[in-house]
């Protein structure tokens, strides 16, 4: 069975980096497969952050590209995200997730596992 | 404003059937992108339902079922059970935006 566990700070300052880590277990994500970072908020609703495979090829929502990296450790089977210069408008539900193999060239836009999530609020 | 549009809420009692649509555009849906829907009961992650348009992963239930014509696609559930109250999301990708796109959400209430 798949599993993916986030952890990080559950809080951080505005203008502040936020590092959040995705521990995959039941899985080696050297055997491939693209991993994502996916947020959460009751007014934004689900807003995907970006995606990352196992070589490091990655790709983002433009909306939030200049801000973040999402990085791979295949050594230790997780993938980190890094979001900077936090506002409040950061404040989410941060999930990571495994994406489905189907994809549109090198797009795979779809997940199959999810995180239950870890709780991020931007705030002095 | 999300690029793909739910209804906020749908409700049926146990038993019933009940359908959630998901309308989109050229850009997304009718440009031929899958569509995926997502359940997520309340305080609990996204699950995947459906992938592929109408495919349904091992270990859904058949009551699931989904759909897509031109630039809208639609969730039925039938034989409504009260474990299937949450949220449904449906998903593809937009390639104007170039990024992934979720629908806003339809809240599902069993009465």
């Known amino acids: 069975q798949v599993l993916l566990q986030e952890s990080g700070p559950g809080l951080v300052k505005p203008s502040e980096t936020l590092v959040l880590t995705c521990d995959v277990s039941?899985?080696?994500?050297?055997?491939?497969?693209?991993w994502g970072w996916i947020r959460q908020t009751p007014g934004r609703g689900l807003e995907w952050i970006g995606n990352?495979?196992?070589?490091?090829?990655?790709y983002y929502n433009p909306s939030l590209k200049s801000r973040v990296t999402i990085s791979v450790d295949a050594s230790k089977n997780q993938f980190s995200l890094q979001l900077s210069s936090l506002t409040a408008a950061d404040t989410a539900m941060y999930h990571c997730?495994?994406?489905?193999?189907?994809?549109?060239?090198?797009?795979?836009?779809?997940?199959?596992?999810w995180g239950q999530g870890t709780m991020v609020t931007v705030s002095s | 404003q999300s690029v793909l549009t739910q209804p906020p809420s749908v409700s049926g009692a146990p038993g019933q059937t009940v359908t959630i649509s998901c309308t989109g555009g050229?850009?997304?849906?009718?440009?031929?992108?899958?569509v995926y829907w997502y359940q997520q009961p309340p305080g609990a992650a996204p699950k995947l339902i459906i992938y592929m348009n109408d495919n349904r992963p091992s270990g859904v239930p058949d009551r699931f079922s989904a759909s897509k014509s031109g630039t809208s696609a639609s969730l039925a559930i039938a034989g409504l059970q009260a474990d299937d109250e949450g949220a449904y999301y449906c998903?593809?990708?937009?390639?104007?935006?170039?990024?992934?796109?979720f629908g806003g959400g339809t809240k599902l209430t069993v009465l």
């Open positions: 039941g899985f080696s994500m050297s055997r491939g497969h693209y």
């Open positions: 998903q593809t990708y937009d390639n104007s935006l170039n990024v992934v796109v």
């Open positions: 050229a850009s997304n849906i009718g440009a031929g992108y899958e």
């Open positions: 997730a495994r994406a489905l193999p189907y994809c549109s060239g090198s797009i795979c836009y779809s997940f199959d596992v």
């Open positions: 990352v495979y196992h070589t490091g090829n990655d």
